[in-house]
RNA sequence: GGCGGGGUAGCUCAGUUGGUCAGAGCAGCGGCUUCAUAAGCCGCGUGUCGCCGGUUCAAAUCCGGCCCCCGCUACCA
């Protein structure tokens, strides 16, 4: 029975569409979840939309709309994004679902029932473009405005329930010395240890008086207020509080018989990795596991704080934030469709250390682009089987049943290494070796051999160095297949290697099976006769 | 203010327990080559390893002090 295997992502805002820093997020975690599914496991990936704010009502109310079908429209926009960069989620929840509804409604009764929920007021500077209290110290140092809005709060009391997070200290405490691996990476671990040693202060979970939103169950007066609902999305989305076959207000319903459920819940949760910014660590790594306790399930297995991308213009001045109001805002979209989404997957994969921050510019992308992913790997590919096809007609004979000799040294201890650095979500290391362990020495071992002059002396002689050309070829395709979902399929396509595609492991880099038939360039060509280039240069 | 992480070639960074550790990639310069996406290969770096002092036969690598940068957090206010 495979592993199961559950990953997360941050469920964004829709207010606005996906950014590259987004992007980001959803890149790590697709390498990682089709490294999973690579090496057998079963993997379940989510991500979604968190829609039940009043931000999201506000403006389509502006947009004269309402808000589930304004929801729904952005949902699918981001869809495709995500599809157009190849992220294979398995499900995309937005939190103005039935299923998240009913789920959360179960969940908050749950806590409540078991006391760790009660009812008191708050007071304190709220800012109506946060949704949310600022501190008076915010608001002062900017000058008695909410920083992030400029406009100033106003002072306002209400009744509201409060999560009683503060009982929760000791048992996060030890949670945390029994699971050393929870939060990723370790410098945010020892953060957050220190802030729950320090002070944890009961959170205040409702807002009063809003219709858009999930209703407090036990006070319909109130609505479910930001984290206590946006996180229940990782396990609502699994079906944590749906029986099986039920309509959401439990009556039976056969059509919906295939919706996740209980049963399902059981199967996946505990997630095994949540990746999210690193500025929301604490939500997840102190709160979160605390509302799980609370509510009598397991706590997630692991949580990884991805680091940012910042934009660096091509001026070479300081690196900037993300942001619209700074006008340097780059979609996706943009980068896709004029390379490729594996040309933005390998940017970010290599570029930008996934623990850490990085940066983009279109400067920086093309020469990464330009140097790894074209003149390094396609050029690779281009030579190689230009040369089988203009002299051996595309077929090596008399390789049926041969094995290459490898060119790499160390192979084993390569993909060993390759896999620990996939493992740990340490991408640009992992995509480093593969460069310098197969890459480099192909290229190499081509200038060396010179198989374009054998041809013309001793076609025999030059045989066996194409066909071991062919292998760091077939050993990239699987080890990049993770990254470079598009054209390492590609790579592989163009030989006839034995193996299905479909089915390539890690392991198999070391453990080629004989050549069944010659091995042949079966990709389709372009008007030269040769193989297209993978990925054309940038000028 | 406290805690944590950093300051190494033009750029991005590797450097495990102190002794070929002064490195890689990119960029740049020179040469070779022409199968290939004007691609490839080879060669070239006297860099105060942030600053000062100390320990040691020996420190980028340990200790102390200082200066910057980043993250989390606090307080004054």
């Not at 989510?46 to 829609?51: A, F, W």
């Not at 995500?82 to 937005?94: E, G, P, T």
Request: charged share 25%; hydrophobic share 40%; aromatic share 12%.
């Amino acid at each position: 029975m495979p592993k199961k295997f559950f990953i997360t992502t941050a469920i964004d805002y829709p207010n606005s569409r996906p950014h590259i820093g987004t992007a980001f997020e959803k890149i790590g975690a697709d390498v990682q979840a089709r490294y999973r599914r690579m090496e057998g496991c079963d993997v379940h990936f989510l991500m979604g939309n968190d829609e039940n704010t009043i931000k999201v009502s506000r403006k389509a109310t502006e947009l004269k709309r309402a808000p589930k079908e304004y929801c729904d429209d952005m949902a699918n926009q981001f869809k495709e994004v995500w599809r157009a960069l190849d992220i294979s989620f398995d499900d995309f929840i937005q939190t103005s679902e039935p299923r998240h509804h009913v789920g959360c409604q179960k969940f908050i009764q749950k806590v409540f029932d078991n006391g760790h929920i009660y009812k008191g007021h708050y007071e304190g500077l709220y800012c109506d473009g946060c949704e949310g209290f600022k501190t008076e110290k915010e608001v002062k140092e900017a000058g008695g405005v909410c920083p992030d809005h400029r406009v100033a709060p106003v002072l306002r009391k209400e009744p509201c329930y409060f999560f009683a997070l503060s009982k929760f200290q000791d048992k996060l405490l030890s949670f945390y010395e029994q699971h050393p691996d929870f939060i990723q990476p370790e410098s945010r671990r020892n953060e957050i240890v220190t802030l729950v040693k320090s002070e944890l202060r009961d959170v205040n979970i409702t807002r009063l008086g809003q219709e858009w939103g999930i209703k407090v169950p036990f006070d319909p007066e109130f609505t479910i207020y930001v984290w206590f609902d946006a996180l229940l999305n990782y396990i609502t989305a699994v079906g944590y509080g749906t029986l099986a076959g039920c309509a959401s207000d439990g009556e039976p319903n056969p059509s919906l018989a295939r919706l996740a459920n209980e049963a399902d819940f059981a199967t996946w949760w505990p997630a095994d990795i949540h990746f999210i910014g690193k500025d929301i660590t604490r939500f997840h790594c102190a709160l979160w596991p605390a509302m799980c306790f609370a509510a009598g399930i397991e706590p997630p297995r692991s949580v990884f704080g991805h680091g940012f991308v910042y934009i660096k213009k091509d001026d070479a001045s300081a690196a900037e934030k993300i942001s619209k109001s700074l006008g340097n805002v780059i979609e996706p979209m943009e980068i896709i469709t004029k390379f490729s989404s594996d040309g933005f997957r390998y940017y970010f994969m290599r570029e930008c250390p996934f623990p850490g921050d990085g940066e983009f510019s279109w400067e920086r992308f093309a020469a990464v682009y330009n140097s790894d992913l074209g003149k390094n790997l396609g050029n690779l590919l281009s030579r190689v089987t230009t040369l089988i096809i203009n002299n051996f007609d595309s077929v090596l004979p008399g390789t049926a049943g041969q094995m290459p000799t490898p060119i790499a040294a160390d192979l084993a201890e390569t993909v060993r290494q390759v896999q620990a650095h996939m493992q740990a979500c340490q991408y640009n290391s992992a995509l480093e070796k593969i460069w310098r362990q197969i890459l480099d020495p192909a290229n190499q071992y081509a200038e060396k051999n010179e198989p374009w002059k054998l041809v013309k002396t001793d076609k025999d002689a030059a045989k066996p160095i194409l066909f071991n050309l062919s292998e760091p070829l077939r050993i990239a395709a699987i080890l990049l297949k993770p990254v470079l979902v598009r054209s390492s399929a590609t790579i592989y396509g163009s030989f006839n290697f034995t193996q299905p595609w479909e089915k390539v492991r890690y392991a198999d880099v070391c453990t080629r099976p004989t050549q069944a038939e010659d091995l042949r360039v079966i990709a389709t060509l372009d008007a030269r006769g040769k193989v297209p280039p993978l990925f054309p240069v940038i000028k």
